[in-house]
């Protein structure tokens, strides 16, 4: 059984990760087995991220903040707020914004796992770590 609080063992850690628009909170990782890693994630307010998961599935649930998500290949925009989910289910790029005035909570699953020290190349995408 892995046992973990975010404000005991988490923050401040290696396993807290600040990438200047983001910071992401790596709660689980590939070294843990599960087959997925799990992250508390926030978007900083007003930040526009334009991200491309090439070599990870991603499902994102927001549990505060408000935001929307852009869709490069459909050119459709969806709100976030609290309550939505979004699945990037074909590897989808796309913009995820924080609305002006808010900063966007998100607990984000990524599948194969991330390591932990990743961050976003040019692309917007993580480099595929194996362990």
Same mark, same amino acid.
């Given at each position: 059984?892995?046992?973990?609080?975010?404000?005991?063992?988490?923050?401040?850690?290696?396993?807290?990760?600040?990438?200047?628009?983001? =910071?992401?909170?790596?709660?689980?990782? !590939?070294?843990?087995?599960?087959?997925?890693?799990?992250?508390?994630?926030? #978007?900083? &307010? %007003?930040?526009?991220?334009?991200?491309?998961?090439?070599?990870?599935?991603?499902? =994102?649930?927001?549990?505060?903040?408000? !935001?929307?998500?852009?869709?490069?290949?459909?050119?459709?925009?969806?709100? #976030?707020? &609290? %309550?939505?989910?979004?699945?990037?289910?074909?590897?989808?790029?796309?913009?995820?914004?924080?609305?002006?005035?808010?900063?966007?909570?998100?607990?984000?699953?990524?599948?194969?796992?991330?390591?932990?020290?990743?961050?976003?190349?040019?692309?917007?995408?993580?480099?595929?770590?194996?362990?």
């Amino acid at each position: 059984m892995i046992v973990r609080n975010l404000y005991d063992d988490i923050i401040g850690t290696e396993a807290d990760v600040d990438g200047g628009q983001w =910071v992401s909170r790596r709660l689980l990782l !590939g070294k843990d087995g599960m087959g997925f890693s799990f992250h508390d994630t926030i #978007i900083k &307010e %007003g930040e526009i991220c334009h991200f491309w998961y090439k070599n990870h599935l991603e499902a =994102v649930y927001c549990i505060a903040g408000e !935001g929307e998500i852009y869709d490069k290949a459909t050119g459709i925009t969806h709100p #976030i707020r &609290e %309550g939505t989910i979004y699945a990037l289910n074909e590897h989808d790029r796309h913009i995820l914004s924080a609305n002006k005035g808010t900063e966007l909570r998100l607990v984000c699953a990524f599948n194969p796992p991330v390591t932990g020290r990743e961050t976003h190349d040019e692309d917007g995408s993580y480099t595929l770590v194996k362990e």
